[in-house]
């Protein structure tokens, strides 16, 4: 690599060190479960117990064209064009503004020049007036640019070393960044919300409205007009996130103690008399629901319409736990005795794929393309339909039920204690 070009790297960037800090040893592994670079000691030392040690240059092997990169380059360029087109909205206001001003202007030396010399100390007091809240509107929008001014700058700088990285830094260095970069991508994302969330965001309109003085000019005028500042919604700009199912750049949500539930309806999903248990459901975009149902017999699958009509029943070979939709046919569903999780076609009631795990099953959900299953060991695992298993999270302690929102995993534990974990 050129000099030239290794200098184009940010200095955060060529710090990073190949050896371990500890040891002092070369960095050959991968902490998938710690989320760091280590050396044999450190592996001896420290993670020792660690199932998730993989080989550095596997781990980094493609990252500059890994979904994760390609994915940061996207929302750089996503937030940099929702900021200028903010910026571009504002501007346009002021422009706006200042035609309003001549408009208003022109109206007033019309009406002027058909009245007497009475007018002249009211015409100037209402010029007055236009110009401060032309003057004030213009300075609280002048702020906002400024703001939004800074806030591309720390993007232009993010995106410039994404290009940079990508063209001239290591794999090892572009891998261990792409961690800030998302934080640093995540702080300026907030920092917009908060932006569009300002009330001088509104777009802002003056008019006047011309006294009636025509009649009674000389008797009971008093004032020329009165000017009025008005205010239209923004337009809100939805980042690419958002798009794809995540609502950001909106006003928060009522808290959760505000929210009152009420029953929606009910029904009953067997007569049979004998004791069962519902451990789990999930519902299709249609409203269909599918039902993890077992009693001291029949182990099972109801499927039902929205307003509670059997559809469908799956019989299985074991108790299920919980169920996750896929898509519009096919379900996961996880049999805690024999610790498997089946893929099932709910049309034609077949088992599309067993997959084996280590420990009994329980909560399962269905994310991104991915399983994510809750296991007796203390563990959340993420599973691809084929079966491979592509990471764990550990869990504080056993819990049952499990589910992913907003790139967030919630998991709960001895009933009333509920954890995040981000993924």
């Known amino acids: 690599m050129p000099i030239e070009d290794y200098q184009e790297l940010p200095l955060y960037i060529t710090n990073i060190k190949l050896e371990c800090e500890d040891h002092n040893q070369k960095l050959d592994f991968y902490c998938s479960i710690h989320n760091e670079p280590c050396c044999m000691r450190c592996v001896s030392e420290k993670h020792k117990d660690c199932r998730e040690l993989k080989p550095l240059p596997e781990v980094v092997e493609g990252v500059k064209s890994s979904a994760a990169f390609c994915d940061l380059e996207d929302r750089v360029k996503d937030l940099r064009q929702v900021i200028d087109q903010m910026i571009k909205e504002k501007l346009d206001n ?28 009211i015409q100037a007091e209402i010029l007055k007036t236009l110009g401060v809240d032309v003057g004030r509107q213009a300075d609280t929008i002048v702020c906002l640019v400024g703001k939004l001014g800074k806030l591309k700058q720390n993007v232009d700088e993010i995106a410039t070393a994404l290009k940079k ?3 001239h830094a290591s794999n090892f260095q572009t891998f261990l960044c792409v961690y800030n970069w998302n934080r640093k991508i995540d702080t300026q994302e907030r920092k917009l919300k908060l932006i569009q969330s300002d009330t001088g965001m509104a777009n802002i309109f003056l008019q006047i409205k011309m006294h009636p003085f025509l009649d009674w000019l000389e008797r009971d005028l008093s004032e020329f007009g009165k000017l009025e500042v008005s205010f239209s919604p923004p337009m809100k ?40 248990l519902i451990t789990g459901c999930d519902m299709f975009e249609d409203g269909r629901i599918v039902v ?132």
């Not at 499927?303 to 096919?330: H, Q, S, W, Y």
């Open 292 to 423: 993890a149902y077992c009693s001291n017999v029949k182990k099972r699958l109801v499927v039902m319409n929205c307003e509670g009509a059997f559809v469908n029943k799956i019989k299985l070979a074991n108790r299920p736990f919980d169920v996750t939709v896929i898509d519009p046919n096919t379900v996961a569903v996880t049999l805690f005795v024999i610790k498997n999780i089946c893929t099932v076609d709910v049309n034609s009631s077949k088992i599309l794929r067993t997959i084996r795990v280590n420990e009994n099953c329980y909560g399962i959900c269905f994310v991104d393309g991915k399983l994510v299953v809750s296991l007796a060991n203390h563990v959340l695992q993420f599973v691809d339909l084929s079966g491979n298993v592509l990471s764990n999270v550990p869990k504080i302690d056993n819990a049952s039920y499990c589910s992913v929102m907003k790139n967030k995993m919630y998991y709960a534990h001895k009933i009333m204690m509920l954890y995040t974990v981000a993924i």
């Open 165 to 167: 990285a990508k063209h």
């Open 237 to 276: 700009l939805v980042l690419r996130k958002d798009k794809q199912g995540q609502q950001l750049l909106v006003p928060s949500p009522h808290s959760i103690s505000k929210i009152k539930l009420s029953k929606h309806c009910s029904f009953h999903i067997s007569k049979e008399k004998s004791e069962c």
């Open 94 to 121: 002021k422009s706006n503004l200042e035609i309003q001003k001549k408009a208003i202007i022109a109206e007033v030396e019309h009406v002027r020049k058909a009245i007497n010399k009475h007018l002249d100390t």
